[in-house]
């Protein structure tokens, strides 16, 4: 089953992420590839505020981008030190204040969760488990609030619609501007709490295809 094409024919059973809704016509692209330069040499606290400046400048509520986006941003951190090879992209970011409200797309259960509190890592991470036609796939929310964790357990469910987690600020959301990492995930290949966001070149078609594309979740 191609995961893509199977979101693509059940897109009006998905609900928003965010409420108001995300569009095209109220986010702007947020790049951090490796030929960006215009983050480079700030301060972490001056990097937050100038992505969030330039999300206010745009008359627009955040700030996506980064599926499949080559970048250097991951070699300086912990999670990453000795895997410099490690630097494509896997999930899209969605770039929106501390504390802003994630809602489930789609019903579904808690597959795993974990606190992954390493410099570079996910921060608090939440995984979903949903099925459409008999088919099983995931969703992932990394970089949250620690509160988000509070209360859950393997197999609590969620409908479409309820907010199931907040964006979290640094230094708790692994020490990245506030953001949130969604990624869709076929195959959880036994990983629990966890799953790669950021993969090598040489194994970017099998993840292109375990983990296809998830902007339709995002923009409405």
């Given at each position: 089953?191609?995961?893509?094409?199977?979101?693509?024919?059940h897109?009006?059973?998905?609900t928003?992420?965010?409420?108001?809704?995300?569009?095209?016509?109220?986010?702007?692209?947020?790049?951090?590839?490796?030929?960006?330069?215009?983050?480079?040499?700030?301060?972490?606290?001056?990097?937050?505020a100038?992505?969030?400046?330039?999300?206010?400048?745009?008359?627009?509520?955040?700030?996506?981008?980064?599926?499949?986006?080559?970048?250097?941003v991951?070699?300086?951190?912990?999670?990453?030190?000795g895997?410099?090879?490690?630097?494509?992209h896997i999930?899209?970011d969605?770039f929106?204040?501390?504390?802003?409200p994630?809602?489930?797309?789609?019903d579904?259960?808690?597959?795993?969760f974990?606190?992954?509190?390493?410099?570079?890592?996910?921060?608090?991470?939440?995984i979903?488990r949903?099925?459409?036609?008999?088919?099983e796939?995931?969703t992932?929310?990394?970089?949250?609030?620690?509160?988000?964790?509070?209360?859950?357990?393997?197999?609590?469910?969620?409908?479409?619609?309820?907010?199931?987690?907040?964006?979290?600020?640094?230094?708790?959301?692994?020490?990245?501007?506030?953001h949130?990492?969604?990624?869709l995930?076929r195959?959880?290949?036994?990983?629990?709490?966890?799953?790669?966001?950021?993969?090598r070149p040489?194994?970017?078609?099998f993840?292109?295809?375990?983990?296809?594309?998830?902007?339709?979740?995002?923009?409405t």
């Amino acid at each position: 089953m191609n995961l893509q094409r199977l979101i693509e024919k059940h897109l009006p059973a998905f609900t928003p992420l965010f409420e108001p809704a995300l569009t095209a016509n109220n986010t702007i692209y947020m790049e951090l590839s490796s030929t960006n330069n215009a983050f480079e040499g700030m301060t972490e606290s001056q990097q937050d505020a100038a992505i969030l400046q330039r999300i206010e400048d745009a008359g627009a509520l955040a700030g996506v981008g980064g599926y499949l986006e080559d970048r250097a941003v991951y070699k300086d951190t912990d999670l990453f030190q000795g895997d410099a090879e490690r630097s494509i992209h896997i999930g899209v970011d969605v770039f929106m204040a501390a504390a802003t409200p994630i809602l489930a797309p789609l019903d579904g259960r808690v597959h795993s969760f974990a606190n992954r509190q390493v410099y570079g890592d996910y921060g608090p991470v939440i995984i979903l488990r949903h099925c459409l036609e008999g088919f099983e796939f995931h969703t992932l929310y990394g970089h949250l609030s620690e509160d988000s964790l509070s209360g859950l357990e393997d197999g609590k469910q969620f409908a479409a619609g309820q907010e199931i987690a907040r964006i979290g600020p640094r230094p708790v959301n692994g020490n990245w501007a506030p953001h949130l990492h969604f990624q869709l995930i076929r195959d959880m290949q036994g990983i629990r709490g966890d799953y790669p966001g950021v993969v090598r070149p040489a194994e970017l078609d099998f993840y292109r295809e375990n983990c296809p594309d998830p902007g339709a979740l995002i923009l409405t």
